[in-house]
């Protein structure tokens, strides 16, 4: 889908941010504009400013998506537009972490799990503070003897190393 009417994208994110959109359709929203970003069609300003409207998302697919393409426009982009991306990232993990918890909780969908361990993973890597120094604190605690929840287990040992 092309969304060349900046009004149009404007209010679709209203609706992202109320939720009144379906968790499918936020999805497909970002991830359709991420696409024409990477083809150059549109600019990674304005997916930066429409993924500001996912930030509190908790549903597992727009925001697994959305994490991941933010990880990896920062990897590859510098200067402003990369700073103003790993804002965005910081933003939107920080949220999302702190709604569904950075440890492990018993009987959760295998879905959260999976998410938090992508959001610690790439927060780790783009030294997402605090939550890099929390991690990094697990790491020596278990280089010390402690233990590490198996879900948390890879971003755990990323911060460390």
């Known amino acids: 889908m092309r969304y060349d009417d900046t009004d149009n994208l404007d209010r679709l994110g209203v609706m992202v941010k109320g939720r009144t959109l379906a ?3 936020r999805w497909g929203l970002q991830n359709d ?3 024409l970003v990477k083809s150059g069609a549109a600019p990674m300003a304005r997916y930066l400013a429409l993924a ?3 930030v509190g998302e908790t ?3 727009p925001l697994s998506s959305l994490d991941s393409h933010l990880f990896e426009a920062a990897l590859l982009l510098d200067g402003e537009l990369c700073e103003q991306t790993r804002k965005t990232a910081d933003a939107l993990i920080q949220a999302a972490l702190a709604a569904v918890g950075e440890q492990p909780a018993a009987d959760e969908p295998q879905t959260t799990a999976m998410l938090r361990d992508q959001l610690l993973a ?3 890597l ?3 503070e605090p939550v890099l120094g929390r991690l990094k ?5 278990f280089v010390d003897g402690g233990s590490v929840p198996a879900d948390i287990f890879r971003a755990v040992m990323t911060a460390g190393a």
């Open 23 to 25: 968790a499918m359709d």
């Open 33 to 35: 504009l991420y696409a």
């Open 52 to 54: 500001e409207n996912y």
């Open 59 to 61: 549903d597992y697919l």
């Open 122 to 124: 790439h927060a780790a």
């Open 126 to 128: 783009l030294g997402v």
């Open 137 to 141: 604190d697990q790491f020596k605690a």
